[in-house]
Structures are given as structure tokens and as C-alpha cells.
């Protein structure tokens, strides 16, 4: 690595911690799972004569690791995707610690999006102005382009742009492809 290289790295601290937190739920999980063998409510069984389906390391960390912390990923919103969202409230159905079943409470929770690509803020409909000019766009352009001409047609747009690229290049006429793997298949 050069001098200007800049890489964010995790101090000795956070990397510890993180690892004791990690290290402390595999701690509880299996310390939960031998007492429930014990007790008799151990989740893990498999049909006779059939294998498990998953693994067991695979059920324990579900049931005792991403079951703790689903609520904190899995949020569904029930808003537009803004500035700012409406998250829907919900709460363990069954045991408190173990249950993966979240039932909704009707109650909604008005947080700060981090997570969405709206940058321009056009879910945003600020005086309508957005949804008029879509609504206006799609009466004489279609939704997408994405697919190849064979399947999805030509627009008027698209061969509007297609005579002014030609034009500019000075060429009798010109192809217009959306960007990725479209390029390719229609092209070849």
C-alpha cells in the first residue's frame, strides 16, 4: 500500500468487543441448548428416516442468535421511501427470547431512512409535481427500456435519441442500447 492509501480499519478495542459480544451469545445459545435437552424441549428432531434438513449449527444460530436481533433488520416500512419513514411496530409472538414470529401492533414509528437510494427524492411528492410529470411521461413513453427491442419494441424517445446521436457523430443512423447485459444480447 502506498502512502495515500487510506483504509478504514477497526481498532484492537472494537474488533475485541465485537468478538466477546459474538463469543457471549454462542455462550447463552449453547448453554440454553444443553438445558433444553434436559427439559425436553429441544427444537432439533428430524423425521425418522429422513435427514435433518438443515444443520444443527444452522438451527441454533437461528434460533439462538439472528432470532435475538431479527427486529433490528427486518423492518418493515410502511411509507415512502423519503427523508424520513413510517416503521411498522411489532412485537415476539410466543417465547420472548426464542420466537422468529414478529406479529404487527398497529402502531407505526416515524424514523430517519439510512437505507434506501432515494438520493433525488422523487418518492418524495412534494406539491404533486413529481407524480404529474410521471403520469404525463407515461402517456406517450413506456415504463422502461431495459429489455431488447425484440421483446419490448421502440419508442418514439428512443429513436429521437437515436437520429440526434447519429447526427452528432455525422453517421447515416445510430443504436441506442440501455447500459449492461442488454448491450450484449441485443447486440450480438
Not at 459480544?21 to 424441549?41: N, P
Not at 401492533?105 to 431512512?113: I, R, Y
Not at 437505507?115 to 406517450?140: H, K, P, T
Not at 431488447?148 to 419494441?153: C, D, F, I, K
Amino acid at each position: 500500500m502506498g502512502v495515500d492509501d487510506h483504509e478504514d480499519e477497526l481498532n484492537i478495542w472494537t474488533r475485541l468487543i465485537v468478538f466477546m459480544a459474538y463469543l457471549f451469545l454462542l455462550i447463552v445459545g449453547y448453554t440454553r441448548e444443553v438445558c433444553s435437552w434436559f427439559d425436553g424441549t429441544c427444537e432439533i428432531k428430524s423425521r425418522p428416516g429422513y435427514p435433518p434438513v438443515v444443520s444443527q449449527f444452522e438451527t441454533f444460530f437461528v434460533r439462538y442468535m439472528y432470532s435475538r436481533s431479527i427486529d433490528c433488520f427486518n423492518r418493515p416500512i410502511c411509507s415512502n421511501a423519503g427523508k424520513r419513514v413510517e416503521v411498522m411496530l411489532r412485537e415476539r409472538v410466543g417465547s420472548q427470547y426464542v420466537s422468529r414470529t414478529l406479529e404487527p401492533t398497529g402502531e407505526t414509528a416515524n424514523c430517519l431512512n439510512l437505507g434506501s437510494y432515494n438520493y433525488l427524492g422523487f418518492s418524495e411528492n412534494e406539491g404533486g409535481r413529481i407524480n404529474d410529470q410521471v403520469c404525463r411521461a407515461l402517456d406517450y413513453a413506456p415504463v422502461s427500456t431495459c429489455a431488447s427491442r425484440l421483446l419490448g419494441g421502440s419508442n418514439v424517445l428512443q429513436r429521437r435519441l437515436e437520429t440526434l446521436v447519429a447526427e452528432f457523430l455525422g453517421k447515416d443512423d445510430a443504436l441506442v442500447w440501455g447500459m449492461g447485459w442488454g448491450v450484449n444480447a441485443t447486440g450480438i
